[in-house]
């Protein structure tokens, strides 16, 4: 089948299933503007803040949408999922909202406070567990794989999966109409780890603006993607060593790559050094705090690497998890 006709994981039907069954359990986050950024820029910025989602980033989209959709049986068993943070908190949150039991695969070095949170999730739900590997010499999908075979759970992996991806997709969602009164956007930045949010928004973004630029921005450390779109196939990588620990990826998904080879039109890559800058920006500025992998499509526009003079652009801030002393030491200094 040509890859460019071939069916992909989800559709803009999926993306409007998941936006239904989140209305009343997602925050609806605001879209902020900055006049300093637009000038700096020359481009009409708007940034989703999903940072300001419940568990500080836009994982509880595609994590609820997931675990609604399970079966009684399904529920009582409980839902199995690795991830460097994020992940593991929306899943958490979303199996204690739902009713059952969650057990995390997180790296021994996640952040205290993705770890911490994770935990309190989980407090009070019978079966919850946080299990810790290395994350350097041990494989997470295996462990994910072999305790949801010996538990009966439900294996949820962080962006492969259609319902992920699909409920991932309602923040582009939201921010295009959000911003529609003022005309379409030109182009919108999303933070590329395993390709979850960036195909799910890239989805959700041609479907209403078919002119629309969707672009991947990636740590420089960690650039399987951008390194698979130039070979036309999925590339495995070490585990990169960047402060975006959120997008410490050794691979596109099987899933995710095809709409990201159909849809985005390229991935770009920015240093750990320029993520400081959108953090310490988006403090100074905007008053938020941004997590390393939150600000990568920030730091992307903010420091040229992609230049959009005259253009009306959208970027996904994708989330605020970010433990509170590294976070000061990195604003301090800029230690990286």
């Known amino acids: 089948m040509n890859p460019d006709t071939a069916p992909l994981a989800i559709g803009y039907d999926d993306i409007i299933a998941a936006a239904a069954r989140l209305a009343g359990q997602a925050h609806r986050t605001p879209v902020l503007t900055s006049t300093t950024l637009n000038t700096r820029t020359g481009a009409q910025v708007f940034l989703k803040c999903e940072n300001l989602q419940r568990m500080g980033a836009f994982k509880f989209r595609g994590a609820y949408n997931a675990l609604a959709q399970f079966t009684p049986g399904q529920r009582r068993a409980g839902v199995i999922a690795f991830s460097s943070g994020n992940h593991a908190q929306a899943i958490a949150l979303s199996a204690r909202l739902l009713g059952m039991p969650s057990v995390i695969v997180m790296p021994q070095d996640s ?6 949170a ?110 698979s779109l130039a070979l036309g196939r999925i590339v495995h990588i070490d585990t990169p060593k960047t402060i975006a620990d959120g997008a410490q990826t050794q691979h596109s998904g099987t899933l995710t790559f095809p709409v990201i080879q159909r849809l985005v039109e390229r991935i770009v890559t920015v240093s ?65």
Do not use: W
């Open 118 to 227: 994770t935990r309190g999730y989980q407090q009070g739900q019978a079966g919850s567990e946080v299990m810790l590997y290395d994350r350097y010499t041990e494989d997470r999908e295996a462990i994910g794989r072999r305790v949801a075979e010996e538990r009966g759970m439900t294996l949820i992996p962080p962006y492969d999966h259609p319902h992920v991806m699909a409920g991932q997709g309602t923040a582009a969602l939201e921010l295009i109409e959000d911003t529609a009164a003022g005309g379409p956007l030109d182009l919108l930045l999303v933070c590329v780890g395993g390709g979850g949010l960036v195909s799910g928004c890239a989805v959700a973004a041609h479907h209403l603006n078919p002119g629309i630029r969707v672009v991947g921005v990636e740590p420089e450390a960690g650039n399987d993607t951008q390194q």
């Open 272 to 336: 750990d050094a320029q993520l400081v800058q959108a953090m310490r920006f988006a403090a100074e500025r905007l008053k938020q705090v941004v997590e390393p992998t939150g600000g990568l499509g920030l730091a992307a526009l903010l420091c040229g690497v992609v230049a959009a003079p005259g253009q009306r652009v959208g970027v996904i801030v994708s989330g605020g998890n970010v433990d509170i002393a590294r976070y000061a030491a990195l604003l301090a200094d800029g230690a990286v």
């Open 111 to 116: 952040p205290a406070a993705k770890l911490a």
